[in-house]
Nanobody, 122 residues
Framework: QVQLVESGGGLVQAGGSLRLSCAAS????????MGWFRQAPGTAREFVAA???????FFADSVKGRFTISRDNAKNTVFLQMSSLKPEDTAVYYC????????????????WGQGTQVTVSS
């Protein structure tokens, strides 16, 4: 098990940028695939991006070219850099971890953070 704590959310104008961070506990962080998901009010939680233990990356079509994901294994932290933000990016963003290959399926992740709110104003 790994505990996850997200930070970096906030209010930003459309077109702006934010960087989310997810700090993980434990000594085996480097072996986990890390994912970001988001949930807007009244909608289901959806996949945003994932990064594998070897650095492979995978993005939802809705954020390709605007969001990047990276990790710092020395600091047990994964980042989501969000640029060219749109009002439709407004959501609670969740960090998740799993042992195994890259996946966009929520059911594949068994460690979740509490989420951080991102609000994009028009």
């Amino acid at each position: 098990q790994v505990q996850l704590v997200e930070s970096g959310g906030g209010l930003v104008q459309a077109g702006g940028s934010l960087r989310l961070s997810c700090a993980a506990s434990g000594r085996t962080f480097s072996t986990y695939t890390m994912g970001w998901f988001r949930q807007a009010p009244g909608t289901a939680r959806e996949f945003v991006a994932a990064i594998g233990w070897s650095g492979g990356r995978f993005f939802a079509d809705s954020v390709k070219g605007r969001f990047t994901i990276s990790r710092d294994n020395a600091k047990n932290t994964v980042f989501l850099q969000m640029s060219s933000l749109k009002p439709e990016d407004t959501a609670v963003y969740y960090c998740a971890a799993r042992r195994g290959v890259l996946s966009s399926l929520q059911s594949d992740y068994n460690n979740w953070g509490q989420g951080t709110q991102v609000t994009v104003s028009s």
